[in-house]
């Protein structure tokens, strides 16, 4: 009898945990707007998904895209080449060899022009995309180009993080598109590193980047004006490694900042701007791009299919409704690009 009563227990639990299903999650993604740019297994064949109406435009480049500020173009630059398109992909509007290999490139403002990281020769090449006369732009001596930052309609300069190459100090610097005026509107120690993590938040002018302490060990996050003034840490934290931030996203309304971090979980996290009330808003998220009102996140979700392999999807997630979540692009592997508004 007893041996009986336990067989029902067992059956009855079986029965309850098997016809439970996972509470719906809810489509987010109708209620937002805007479009995002995504690929599976690093292209070169690049897909423009409409969240409003499903619609998907297929594009193929060179390098990763790289969307036009008037959200009219995409450039994709790799190794030794440059490619621009229409938006849709469907017309070729610039073409070009560059003889010196480079890595990253920004677009000026008014779309006219891509600059170019020449890694061999340390100088920027200001391609014109309407004519055939570029400009190259060298850097001062020992100077070393790390990242792009911006580059700014307001004066002309082209903002990046760069390395001191004889005492190794850390600079943010300016340069105006012409190569004249550098500056470096801050200065590290040489026993600190600014990491790869920045964002430029235009409404309020502030630059925001990493700092890496190797003697404390600690990555502290600053803010800063263009003109060097007004700088302020905004929170740090024991680290270990210099590129433990990997990237941050202030949101649109001014209000969060989103970042995503190493270690044994790739997680995105949110502080409020001020730097304060950091929590863990996403495990296993990565890559997060806010929403136009600032009340979701766009990222990408990894998750295990088995002992032996992973992939990943593209999700939404709204600040509000931290338990539940969207899939827009499933059946990864996929990386997304970005997320922009018309």
Not at 17 to 28: F, G, M, N, R, V
Request: charged share 20%; glycine share 4%; net charge neutral.
């Amino acid at each position: 009898m007893r041996f009986k009563i336990i067989l029902f227990i067992i059956y009855t639990c079986f029965f309850q945990l098997a016809s439970c299903s996972k509470e719906p999650t809810q489509d987010i993604s109708n209620s937002i707007e805007g479009k995002f740019i995504y690929t599976y297994n690093s292209g070169p064949t690049y897909f423009i998904k409409d969240l409003a109406s499903d619609e998907i435009v297929t594009c193929t480049g060179p390098g990763a895209p790289l969307l036009s500020n008037s959200k009219t173009m995409i450039a994709f630059c790799k190794s030794n080449e440059v490619l621009v398109t229409n938006f849709s992909g469907t017309e070729v509007v610039y073409k070009k060899s560059v003889l010196s290999a480079f890595n990253l490139c920004l677009w000026s403002p008014d779309d006219k022009y891509l600059a170019l990281y020449l890694t061999q020769l340390n100088q920027f090449r200001i391609l014109n995309l309407s004519t055939s006369k570029d400009v190259l732009v060298n850097l001062p001596e020992n100077i070393k180009f790390n990242y792009f930052i911006f580059w700014s309609a307001l004066d002309n300069y082209i903002y990046f993080s760069a390395e001191n190459n004889k005492n190794k100090e850390n600079y943010i610097s300016k340069i105006k598109a012409d190569g004249s005026d550098f500056q470096s509107i801050f200065k590290s120690t040489n026993k600190q590193k600014i990491g790869k993590a920045h964002d430029y938040y235009k409404p309020s002018d502030l630059i925001y980047f990493t700092l890496f302490d190797s003697l404390s060990h600690e990555t502290s996050i600053f803010k800063i004006k263009p003109n060097g003034e007004d700088l302020q840490t905004l929170y740090a934290e024991i680290t270990y490694n210099p590129e433990f931030f990997i990237s941050i996203k202030i949101s649109p309304n001014g209000q969060n900042i989103a970042f995503y971090t190493l270690g044994i979980k790739f997680s995105t996290y949110i502080w409020d701007i001020s730097g304060h009330n950091k929590r863990l808003f996403w495990e296993n998220a990565i890559n997060p791009h806010w929403s136009k009102d600032g009340s979701a996140i766009m990222a990408n979700y990894q998750y295990y299919v088995d002992w032996n392999s992973a992939s990943s999807d593209i999700r939404i997630k709204g600040l509000n409704q931290a338990d539940k979540d969207a899939i827009v692009v499933e059946n990864g592997p996929s990386k997304f690009y970005s997320w922009y508004f018309d």
